[in-house]
């Protein structure tokens, strides 16, 4: 497969998994915690998606386009391993909807962050609470989704935290 496919097959995923989530969790309480910025694409569709809801975004360096940049008090700069951990007395509980965008194409290093990802991310999340990202993630407490039409298998991953913990 070419690198153009893969990307649009990517992209493709990145989409559909957030409508669905976005329409998941209209009727839930809580802010979105979206790792990973990088150009601000899927920021902005969250923010069309869900205009009225939080979204807190982690970026070790910031450089999206001007319109898909958060405002300050939403930008949470610095290293995930140490901005994630830090948000646990503030958030516990509160986030309905978290997108993980932080591969690279370093599969040890993907693995790392999925396994810091999952270990980090449980007390955070709400009953109910959407997990979008790429890779996939061993999750205990959460069920794995099927994914949207249209989206290629392993491309993407979706789970539901448990609607209580």
Same mark, same amino acid.
């Given at each position: 497969m070419s690198r153009l496919d893969s990307f649009i097959n990517r992209v493709i995923a990145q989409r559909e998994c957030l409508n669905f989530a976005c329409a998941e969790v209209a009727d839930l309480k809580g802010v979105v915690f979206e790792l990973g910025l990088g150009n601000g694409r899927t920021f902005h569709h969250l923010r069309e998606k869900l205009p009225d809801r939080e979204i807190f975004v982690f970026e070790r360096l910031p450089a999206a386009h001007p319109g898909s =940049? +958060?405002? $300050? $008090?939403?930008?949470?700069?610095? @290293?995930?391993? $140490?901005? #994630?951990?830090?948000?646990?007395? &503030?958030?516990?509980?509160?986030?309905?909807?978290?997108?993980?965008?932080?591969?690279?194409?370093? *599969?040890?290093? @993907?693995?790392? =962050?999925?396994?810091?990802?999952? $270990?980090?991310? +449980?007390?955070? *999340? &709400? +009953?109910?609470?959407?997990? #979008?990202?790429?890779?996939? #993630?061993? #999750?205990?407490? &959460?069920?794995?989704?099927? *994914?949207?039409?249209?989206?290629?298998k392993n491309r993407y991953y979706m789970y539901r935290w448990a609607l209580s913990q």
């Open positions: =940049m +958060p405002d $300050e $008090e939403h930008l949470i700069i610095g @290293n995930v391993s $140490e901005t #994630l951990p830090a948000q646990l007395p &503030a958030f516990s509980g509160r986030v309905c909807l978290v997108h993980s965008d932080l591969g690279t194409g370093d *599969l040890e290093q @993907n693995a790392a =962050m999925a396994r810091f990802i999952a $270990e980090t991310i +449980p007390p955070l *999340l &709400a +009953p109910g609470a959407i997990i #979008l990202c790429d890779p996939e #993630l061993d #999750l205990p407490g &959460a069920v794995r989704l099927p *994914l949207p039409e249209g989206v290629q």
